[in-house]
């Protein structure tokens, strides 16, 4: 799957597992919480990079060749407990675009090509926890606030959102 929009697409990673460095240290800088090495953010990057099936990531590469971000869907967020998930699913995992690619509307394009992704796979609902200062994002793009939690896993609140999708691909209102 491949999109251009202002020199940015967006293509399946495993399709460029060459970037699985470059989103683990973006990944580490942003959510790392002081931990000493961003190769275990890496490593879960990889493991999400699944081309068939779930869990499945897209990467938003610029035309130089660096991923300026990246989304993924898996089956759970691996932050919350089975308890935590309930029976939902799936679940948008490590959104993030780079600091200062921020405000081009690269995450929403990543978010839309992953809901046209899903919805063209069967899903009809998919849903996404996260913490206060992306929930705006999420609601700009069409998500509506379905509850709080504050997961044993990362002890701070984590709002979970939730979108429905259409037969047809096209995300409804």
Request: charged share 25%.
């Amino acid at each position: 799957m491949v999109q251009a929009v202002d020199g940015i697409s967006v293509e399946l990673l495993a399709g460029r597992p060459e970037l699985v460095a470059q989103l683990g240290q973006m990944t580490w800088q942003e959510w790392g919480y002081g931990a000493g090495d961003p190769a275990a953010w890496a490593d879960v990057i990889a493991r999400e990079a699944g081309r068939d099936g779930l869990p499945v990531s897209l990467v938003a590469v610029d035309a130089a060749g660096d991923a300026v971000g990246k989304v993924g869907l898996g089956e759970s967020d691996g932050d919350l407990s089975e308890a935590e998930r309930g029976d939902r699913g799936p679940w948008i995992l490590g959104m993030i675009v780079r600091e200062r690619s921020r405000g081009q509307r690269i995450g929403r394009l990543l978010l839309a090509s992953m809901e046209a992704r899903a919805a063209g796979q069967g899903y009809r609902q998919l849903w996404v926890a996260t913490g206060e200062q992306a929930v705006g994002f999420y609601q700009r793009c069409g998500w509506r606030i379905a509850g709080t939690l504050r997961p044993v896993a990362i002890d701070r609140p984590t709002m979970i959102l939730t979108r429905q999708l259409s037969r047809a691909g096209v995300v409804e209102a």
